[in-house]
């Protein structure tokens, strides 16, 4: 820091960089002597001279003198490595408050004052430090919004705020405009509304060590689902090839002893073969002797070697392949084929599905305002939906019932033109949960897009279909309707100006709540949502009957 006061002090104000050759001039402010000579050079033709500075003007151009004094303060600061030359981040840049004082390229601004609304740089700023005349005049930190400080009417600082109108003024207007109002000091309404800031950054504090907090429990809660579900892969890969190391032997074993019987069966068949192989080379024997006797011309000698040719022995009985030994084969295959079904039924999708991994996974149903909060959807009405006798308001957040309102409705084929009733403009697919502030004839639902639209009652009235489910409050409490009069539950419970609906499309689930300091359940529904869900209201009664979503 004192460094930097140093590089103003021994700076040139024209060309910003330590002084070279300084000059002293008759008003005392000093410059680099090829500075100042350039400067009044330019000023020979108007015959005047004066100091860039402070403005003081000298009739004939003053005879310049080097500073010795000043010269020698330079080079020692030179030479301790001083670099009195400003650096970039000391001149004003586009985003900063230049001062209004600097010529050529301006130095950030230092201070600002309220009284001469005019921004300084710290070279600029010493007369109102040095000077009597400034003593008065009030110093800020540097500001490029002086001109809001200023009361537009009276061109005078701002130092009052009305709290009847809620805004800054200057005493006249205190003593004008404002007179009688409840006004205090801006510095008296700063510090009240500090206590107030500060204790709401003790609750935006407080709340954000609780949201770390349940970011934390949940990092957790990934890591216990990481864990459980790494050790449910690790456990079950480990069955699985416990069963694929059975399977494998089991194949070990089957093939076994199928080459086994193979192998038993083809010795059997061989050493049979062998058999009538030698039996057939025996026939062919007596068959040559028998050719060479029947051969014999001589009618003596033939029957002479008659009786000596050998007699034909009972052939042993000719065997056949093993038909039994066939079809264990076959029963093998059977039985392997038949245990592969029994296992491909057991892992059947079936199989899968019994494991629920779904249900295990999803989150608890919440019980607590503060828990159904969590999943609050923002509901605006759609206009084309609306009963002609409907008006909206409240950025369609609101309905009333005024069935001689003189509004035009364009015809659209979404509007229902039997039931006062409306829908919701966006449809509703995930967990989802909103308040209706409700009176005594009104019907809270939840309905499809494709819920009907002509003038059949039962075909577009809430509850009357299959399309829709309502919770109808009237003086003699609360009626939930589904499908028409065959599926009217009378529902028991507290009234309330509020009811609470809950939707869980995925999992079936729809809840309607009194919602007062507790939730009270009024009816649940559990079935299986087959399109996107809107939420609609049901008016009924005296003209300028309410409903409105919050």
């Excluded at 680099?32 to 003081?56: L, Y």
């Excluded at 006062?420 to 967990?431: F, W």
Aim: hydrophobic share 30%.
């Amino acid at each position: 820091m004192a460094q930097q006061e140093n590089e103003v002090r021994f700076c040139c104000s024209i060309c910003l960089d330590l002084l070279k050759d300084p000059v002293t001039i008759p008003c005392g402010h000093n410059y680099c002597m090829n500075c100042i000579k350039t400067s009044w050079d330019e000023e020979d033709q108007k015959n005047i001279h004066s100091c860039p500075q402070c403005r003081r003007t000298f009739t004939l151009r003053p005879v310049l003198q080097r500073n010795t004094m000043l010269a020698e303060l330079v080079d020692e600061l030179k030479k301790t490595g001083l670099q009195a030359a400003p650096a970039d981040h000391c001149y004003a840049g586009p985003e900063d408050v230049a001062c209004d004082f600097c010529t050529g390229r301006k130095l950030k601004a230092f201070k600002s004052c309220l009284v001469c609304l005019a921004s300084y740089c710290e070279q600029h700023l010493q007369p109102h430090y040095e000077s009597p005349t400034f003593k008065k005049h009030k110093l800020v930190e540097a500001s490029a919004k002086l001109q809001d400080t200023i009361c537009s009417r009276h061109d005078k600082v701002m130092e009052i705020f009305c709290r009847t109108d809620q805004q800054c003024i200057c005493y006249l207007c205190s003593v004008d405009e404002h007179k009688g109002h409840d006004t205090v000091s801006a510095a008296a309404e700063r510090t009240e509304r500090q206590k107030k800031l500060s204790k709401s950054r003790q609750t935006l504090q407080q709340r954000i060590q609780d949201r770390k907090k349940d970011v934390k429990e949940l990092q957790q809660e990934v890591e216990a689902i990481n864990r459980s579900a790494d050790k449910a892969v690790g456990d079950s890969t480990k069955i699985f090839t416990e069963l694929i190391r059975l399977m494998e032997k089991r194949r070990s074993d089957v093939k076994q002893q199928v080459r086994s019987q193979q192998k038993t069966q083809v010795s059997r068949v061989k050493d049979l073969q062998e058999k009538l192989e030698q039996e057939i080379t025996e026939l062919k024997r007596k068959d040559a002797e028998l050719v060479e006797v029947s051969q014999t011309e001589d009618n003596i000698q033939f029957l002479h070697n008659y009786p000596s040719m050998p007699r034909l022995t009972r052939s042993a009985k000719s065997t056949r392949p093993n038909s039994v030994c066939l079809q264990c084969f076959k029963d093998v295959t059977a039985t392997v084929a038949m245990t592969r079904d029994r296992i491909m039924t057991v892992l059947s999708d079936e199989w899968m599905s019994e494991m629920k991994m779904d249900v295990v996974l999803q989150p608890k149903q919440p019980t607590t305002r503060a828990e159904f909060l969590q999943y609050s959807q923002r509901v605006t009405l759609d206009p084309n939906t609306a009963h002609r006798d409907l008006v909206l308001s409240d950025g369609n957040k609101k309905v009333t019932l005024d069935s001689m309102n003189n509004r035009k409705h364009s015809s659209h084929p979404d509007r229902f033109t039997h039931s006062a009733q409306v829908l919701s403009k966006d449809g509703m697919t995930e967990r989802c949960y909103w308040e209706v502030k409700v009176n005594k004839f009104l019907g809270v639902a939840v309905a499809y897009k494709s819920i009907g639209r002509s003038w059949d009652c039962k075909s577009q009235t809430f509850g009357l279909n299959d399309k829709s489910w309502a919770l109808y409050c009237n003086h003699e409490g609360y009626t939930f309707l589904r499908g028409g009069v065959k599926w009217r539950t009378p529902v028991s419970g507290p009234e309330s100006s509020i009811v609470g609906v809950y939707l869980d499309h995925r999992e079936g689930i729809l809840s309607f709540y009194s919602v007062s300091e507790t939730m009270t359940l009024l009816h649940r529904v559990q079935t299986r949502f087959t399109e996107p869900l809107y939420a609609g209201l049901s008016l009924e009664g005296p003209p300028g009957v309410t409903a409105e979503f919050f």
